[in-house]
Nanobody, 122 residues
Framework: QVQLVESGGGLVQPGGSLRLACTVS????????VTWYRQPPGTQRELVAS???????NHPDSEKGRFAISMDDSKNTVFLQMNNLKPEDTAVYYC????????????????WGQGTQVTVSS
């Protein structure tokens, strides 16, 4: 059973930094995609950053330079480093694992963590 556990959220002042962690039980395969999403209050969930194959990353243009996603293979953990945080970054941050069922099976399964709250406020 795959489980994702997020950690590292909290209250931070504008301009501060946080590093979120997503630990995946059972490991992260090379073909898996791990994505951080966030859901601000009263809005839909939005993509923050994703990583594939340990070092192939994708960040929306709006977050480039402030957020960075990385992976520690040995710890089965994906990190989201967030710098120069702004009040509009306040949200619940979720980790998602999209995993192929097999090398020759194109179907995927999605797994989610429980979320971690990030609040940016003075």
């Amino acid at each position: 059973q795959v489980q994702l556990v997020e950690s590292g959220g909290g209250l931070v002042q504008p301009g501060g930094s946080l590093r979120l962690a997503c630990t995946v039980s059972g490991g992260i395969n090379k073909s898996d995609v791990v994505t951080w999403y966030r859901q601000p209050p009263g809005t839909q969930r939005e993509l923050v950053a994703s990583i594939f194959g340990s070092d192939q990353t994708n960040h929306p243009d709006s977050e480039k330079g402030r957020f960075a996603i990385s992976m520690d293979d040995s710890k089965n953990t994906v990190f989201l480093q967030m710098n120069n945080l702004k009040p509009e970054d306040t949200a619940v941050y979720y980790c998602n694992l999209r995993q192929r069922r097999g090398k020759w099976d194109p179907r995927v399964d999605d797994y989610w963590g429980q979320g971690t709250q990030v609040t940016v406020s003075s």
